[in-house]
């Protein structure tokens, strides 16, 4: 499965959330593989099944053909369990 | 890693902002003190916040605010300004911000490791208690 983390500029926030998503999949034995992209290329690609980003950037990535999870507190690894559990479990 | 992210005079506690741009500004301010971008990268951090809104805000009270790798960008880093007053961002979930973290990065590798430092830190509620109540920057650099 492929999931990209998507952020504005795609070297900060996105490579955060990619670090913890991939800490969180592998506790729950999903394999997967998780990119941490811009906006400008994510919103080209239409090969992700699923976008992790935050609540002000999903509404920019809307049309995708790919499922949108927002995660607001980044270090949180509850909130990435819970959304990610609930989505791909 | 982490002290050698955070060079010398990248780091400000207790600065007043008077609104978002200015607390961003803030951190640029620390990150071209401690020669790690030119002024210009500070007016492009101002301007993500223009294009893409406070999406930085990325925890309770936390921003990292920055751009992109550009050639206003000398070495990869990071600084951080603590706000004497919050600071609304405009993001719901998180506001208000108490701690700007500036982020640079050379290319989209250098600073990968640095920000899985960054993010153990931050993961940790007593650190970031620390963080938040610091009084001078040897308490802050005691962190790392």
Do not use: W
Request: charged share 20%; glycine share 6%; aromatic share 4%.
């Amino acid at each position: 499965m492929k999931i990209i983390a998507v952020c504005g500029m795609g070297i900060g926030t996105s490579v955060l959330l990619k670090m913890n998503a991939e800490k969180v999949l592998t506790q729950l034995g999903i394999d997967a593989t998780v990119e941490a992209t811009d906006m400008k290329t994510a919103r080209e690609s239409r090969s992700a099944q699923v976008i992790l980003t935050t609540p002000d950037l999903a509404p920019l990535l809307v049309g995708l053909p790919s499922e949108i999870i927002t995660i607001e507190h980044f270090f949180d690894l509850e909130e990435l369990t819970k959304k990610l559990s609930a989505s791909l479990l | 890693m982490l002290a050698e992210a955070f060079g010398e005079n990248s780091i400000r506690v207790l600065a007043a902002a008077l609104d978002r741009e200015h607390a961003i500004e803030l951190a640029g301010d620390l990150l071209v003190a401690s020669g790690r971008v030119t002024p210009e990268y500070t007016t492009a951090m101002v301007e993500v916040l223009d294009t893409h809104g406070p999406y930085f805000v990325i925890a309770p009270g936390i921003a990292l605010a920055h751009a992109k790798p550009a050639e206003s960008v000398l070495a990869t880093g990071l600084s951080l300004v603590t706000l004497a007053e919050p600071i609304v961002f405009g993001n719901q979930a998180n506001d208000p911000v108490k701690l700007v973290f500036g982020l640079c990065a050379v290319n989209h590798e250098s600073h990968i490791q640095m920000l899985g430092e960054l993010s153990t830190l931050l993961s940790n509620n007593e650190s970031v208690n620390i963080l938040l109540n610091a009084g001078d920057t040897e308490q802050i650099r005691s962190l790392f």
